[in-house]
T-cell receptor, first 114, second 115 residues
Framework: DTEVTQTPKHLVMGMTNKKSLKCEQH?????MYWYKQKAKKPPELMFV???????INESVPSRFSPECPNSSLLNLHLHALQPEDSALYLC?????????????FGPGTRLTVT | DAKTTQPPSMDCAEGRAANLPCNHS???????VYWYRQIHSQGPQYIIH???NNETNEMASLIITEDRKSSTLILPHATLRDTAVYYC????????????????FGKGTKLTVNP
């Protein structure tokens, strides 16, 4: 099984809402990633978890809060977002953050902030 | 972070080889070159990666110049399903939290395979 699943597929939320994005993999990977992709732009890294610990935060605003409850699950908690945060949010995983392994990407969650 | 430069778009006839160039002149000695592609609104898909030597797998070949300042992705027999945005990426490795990698995506090349 080489699949990374993301839920929900689509999410519409108001600026005062709190919501969460979920990402799951069962490949035994120990690195997990969140990316943000605006329309017609390349993905931009947001966070990296290495062995369930946050190892990279690319200066992401605090209204985005990542969480890695266990090695298979990655959440992104959203609060007080702005319309410009509307984007495709991609999750990825790789076998080991210390090796040259490929990242497997999920299909993404398309977020619209109204 | 090392950056990559790719042509914004390319066309290729179905059945012919597609050769996608990438410049990464500021790459460091221990940084890998990765290629991913993204079909419209789907998650990126891994294609191939390399450090110094040329690499080949069932999807493509990767040719890296001796000075490592540029590389070429070759799709040997392009099909209509290969139409996608192709990203050439330099993998950056950091020592935070025991070591982790990050992929710095460039703008990519939109490859259109024509019948």
């Amino acid at each position: 099984d080489t699949e990374v699943t993301q839920t929900p597929k689509h999410l519409v939320m108001g600026m005062t809402n709190k919501k969460s994005l979920k990402c799951e993999q069962h490949m035994g990977h120990r690195a997990m990633y969140w990316y943000k992709q605006k329309a017609k732009k390349p993905p931009e890294l947001m966070f990296v978890y290495s062995y369930e610990k946050l190892s990279i935060n690319e200066s992401v605003p605090s209204r985005f809060s990542p969480e890695c409850p266990n090695s298979s699950l990655l959440n992104l908690h959203l609060h007080a977002l702005q319309p410009e945060d509307s984007a495709l949010y991609l999750c990825a995983s790789s076998q080991d953050p210390r090796g040259s392994y490929e990242q497997y990407f999920g299909p993404g969650t398309r977020l619209t902030v109204t | 972070d090392a950056k990559t430069t790719q042509p914004p778009s390319m066309d290729c006839a179905e059945g012919r080889a597609a050769n996608l160039p990438c410049n990464h002149s500021t790459i460091s000695g221990n940084e890998y070159v990765y290629w991913y592609r993204q079909i419209h609104s789907q998650g990126p898909q891994y294609i191939i990666h390399g450090l110094k030597n040329n690499e080949t797998n069932e999807m493509a070949s990767l040719i890296i110049t001796e000075d490592r300042k540029s590389s070429t992705l070759i799709l040997p027999h392009a099909t209509l399903r290969d139409t996608a945005v192709y990203y050439c990426i330099v993998r950056v490795y950091t020592l935070t939290q025991g070591g982790s990698e990050k992929l710095v995506f460039g703008k990519g090349t939109k490859l259109t395979v024509n019948p």
